[in-house]
């Protein structure tokens, strides 16, 4: 309430000084063309004075000039002795006046509700960037983090053969009695992450990176990160942030890694960084990427948070005939509804999505959209069946798997463990 009546205040002031200045009525000397005539003649006859006396014009020469500008120096007095009058100068009528205040009061107000934050408490951009320093330098430790966030994660018992089940004790003890053996520490890691156990997975990648040491890749500390961010249910630690930056220091085109920082950013009160490393990653990735379904679904908010007012999300740079994308005119409708209803109209696009993949089929990229923007919204049941079928459907080809175990991961469903 403080504020708007400050605002008010101020408004009204400017408003009357304006009046003020549209009101008065002054009268004001006019300067017809003689009188600038006149100091022009004066100002040559100053000048050929200047130059008789440094010897760069003769003396005939300089009377001659003299008696030239003189003859025209005395018509042009004349002239202004006859014109010699004043003009007067009205303002405005006093309707233009009120107007014009009324104009400004409400340009000011509109300007403010449009750009700015009505109801936000005052916070200077120097406070918040200090808010955020802080915020991160509080980040809860891994055992902190996995004790907060862990009883949200609810990734569905797989199933798995027994003979899988034998084969991954086996695995767990010959890695137990051979620390040092890289190969096996990386299978170990990928499968307990197959398996959802996401604490024991980031235990054995850490092992990796050890192994690895100088050669230790951006998308191994990445995984890593990933593996952390999992098992405290989605909840960043500061071991995390830690291997985050790890791997874009290695890799900085990473795109797990620059997902997760840009989420980290946003949840430490950073949206202007937040948004800026994810609308850079959605524009460089393909549309089957996994983080792009998360990102579409909460960038235009983000942007509002940073103060992109204007924004726009890129149009999706596949266009398959049979996928249900959505125009620029949905993506505008999107972007003026609540959280809410956004949502509720996400659930709705991805269950058309769902229904007709479970049917008709689709491509990879579909059913990569559909597992994620699944595990997004919370279904992991819905998010494993999808995964399931589509392992069915594209089975033997590789790099087809790839993208699609790669969206289980980012979903929290568990894998088909690596052979």
Known sequence: MIFWLVTLALALAVAAILARAALSRRE??????????????????????????????????????????SRRLLAADGALRKAGTAQVIRGPGRGWAIGGG????????GIYVVVGVPGYPDMPRSSRIAA????????????????????????????????YLALMTKLREAV???????????????????????????QAQAQVIRLEGDKASGQDYAEYADMLILSAGGLISNEASGALQDALKRDPSNGTATYYTGLLMAQTGRPDIAFKLWDGLLRRSPDSAPWVPSIRARLPQLAEMAGENRYQLPPLKTQDDTA???????????QKLSPEERTARI?????????????DGGSVGEWVRLITSLGVLGQKER??????????????????????NQAAQTAGVSQTPAQ
């Open 102 to 109: 009324i104009v400004v009061i409400l340009v000011a107000v």
């Open 176 to 202: 137990k009695e051979h620390p040092d053996d890289l190969r096996g520490q990386r299978l170990l890691a990928r499968n307990e992450a197959a398996l959802g156990h996401f604490a024991a997975a980031h």
């Open 347 to 359: 659930q709705g696009m991805v269950s058309g999505l769902e229904e007709r993949l479970t049917s």
């Open 383 to 404: 998010a494993q069946k999808a995964y399931d079928q589509a392992l069915q459907a594209f089975a033997g080809q590789d790099d087809s798997l790839v993208l699609l």
């Open 324 to 334: 249900p994308n959505p125009s620029a005119d949905d993506i505008a409708d999107m």
């Open 132 to 163: 955020a320093k802080t915020a991160l330098a509080a980040l809860p430790t891994q055992a902190e983090a996995e004790k907060r966030g862990g009883d949200t994660i609810q990734t569905p018992e797989p199933d798995v053969s027994a003979d």
């Open 28 to 69: 004001v000397p006019a300067q017809p063309a003689e009188a600038q005539e006149i100091e022009v003649y004066r100002a040559q006859l100053a000048e050929v004075e200047r130059d008789l006396s440094r010897g760069a014009l003769p003396a005939s020469e300089a009377e001659r000039v003299r008696t030239e500008i």
